[in-house]
């Protein structure tokens, strides 16, 4: 067997995946968010990609309580403490209902829930579906914003139009980046 050409094989897989986005433009990190607890205390961030295929979102969280959690992008990039409803609803620009697992769903601004491990930190990647986060029709990042809202509880993912989350207990609200 030839040597080289065992080591050299995943070297030029890597640095083919390495490569794939810088040369392409076709991913940038678009918006980005610092979370907040109620306190107002700095509890991790959020990035949003824009990619060919869509938006991807990023979530990083600490200081939450061990398991799932409902995680959104909501419609208003406000956060005011301590319950966060200045936020507004989900970020909904095509008029579905809440939820992967609902018929009418999802909202675009919909994400599978964050599982926190025992020490309160988790973090989740996921794809939102098509979007933009500053041109077209419905960007996300429109007139009045958009934030990133972590829950108490979990996310049913199917109930209009909250998925039964409970309490907004981390907000971020995303700016261009
Ligand atoms: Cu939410």
Known sequence: MNKMFLISLPLSALLVAGCVPSVSGGMKAAAGADLVDATG????????TESTDGLWLDVSVKGATAGPHGLHVHTVGKCEAPDFV???????????QHGHKNPQ????????NLIANEKG??????????????TGATPLLDADGAAVVLHADADDEMTDPTGKSGKRILCGVLRPR
Do not use: E, F, M, S
């Open 41 to 48: 205390q700095p509890a991790g961030t959020a990035i949003v």
């Open 86 to 96: 200045t936020a507004g609803g989900h970020w909904n620009p095509t008029a579905h």
């Open 105 to 112: 769903g999802p909202h675009a601004g919909d994400a599978p």
């Open 121 to 134: 930190a988790g973090r989740l990647k996921t794809w939102l579906g098509a979007g933009l986060v500053a």
